[in-house]
């Protein structure tokens, strides 16, 4: 089964730092852009970033450019966010979301996590 | 970036209804908009990309139509498994923007 799924979410002080990773299985990872989407509570979907197949390109929302990277491990079939300098409004559901091609955004998404919380709170 | 505009916001309905929920973009794109269904608590699932091409699994009773600027999502009898929240997503732009979603609940 295509599977991914998220780890390293919880509570974090504004101006804090959190790494979420997401662990994939069932596909060829490498083959395949993967983004981070995510939820504020209650609210809609928004992309906050992306990075080719091969890890050489990364890609942000204007929202997280400067605080976020992206970055993957293809040999362990793994997904990473570095979040620095967090704020109130950057607390949501953070999904790991495998794209339908290997290079650059935009992207559709066909397989989701199950999803981690990231709460910024003091 | 592209703004996409769902409508109506929310849809009270009953089982077997006819359902159209409509994507309006703020400029063209193509055919390039995908559908998605999120229930209560789980992750959003893709069901249409292309404008009209269904995923693999999707019931037949889902369909997609539109181009340019306005697309529409139509359940031909709403079952119900049905009732959740769709959003519709373009990805024409850099950063593939999401509508704001409708939620369909039971009347």
């Known amino acids: 089964d295509v599977q991914l799924l998220e780890s390293g979410g919880g509570l974090v002080q504004p101006g804090g730092s959190l790494r979420l990773s997401c662990a994939a299985s069932?596909?060829?990872?490498?083959?395949?852009?993967m983004s981070w989407v995510r939820q504020a509570p209650g609210k809609g979907l928004e992309w906050v970033s992306g990075?080719?197949?091969?890890?050489?390109?990364?890609y942000y929302a204007d929202s997280v450019k400067g605080r976020f990277t992206m970055s993957r491990d293809n040999s362990k079939n793994t997904l990473y966010q570095q979040m620095n300098s967090l704020r109130a409004e950057d607390t949501a559901i953070y999904y790991c979301?495998?794209?339908?091609?290997?290079?650059?955004?935009?992207?559709?998404?066909?397989?989701w996590g199950q999803g981690i919380l990231v709460t910024v709170s003091s | 970036d592209i703004q996409l505009t769902q409508s109506p916001s929310t849809l009270s309905a009953s089982v077997g209804d006819r359902v159209t929920i409509t994507c309006r973009a703020s400029?063209?794109?193509?055919?390039?908009l995908a559908w998605y269904q999120q229930k209560p608590g789980q992750a959003p699932e893709l069901l249409i990309y292309?404008?009209?091409t269904l995923i693999s699994g999707v019931p037949s009773r889902f369909s997609g139509t539109g181009s340019g600027t306005e697309f529409t999502l139509t359940i031909s009898s709403l079952q119900p498994e049905d009732f959740a929240t769709y959003y519709c997503?373009?990805?024409?732009?850099?950063?593939?923007?999401f509508g704001q979603g409708t939620k369909v609940h039971i009347q």
């Open positions: 990075i080719s197949g091969n890890g050489i390109g990364t």
């Open positions: 069932g596909f060829s990872f490498s083959s395949y852009a």
């Open positions: 997503q373009n990805y024409n732009g850099f950063s593939g923007t």
């Open positions: 400029q063209t794109v193509s055919r390039w």
């Open positions: 979301a495998k794209g339908d091609h290997s290079g650059s955004p935009p992207y559709y998404f066909d397989v």
């Open positions: 292309q404008t009209s």
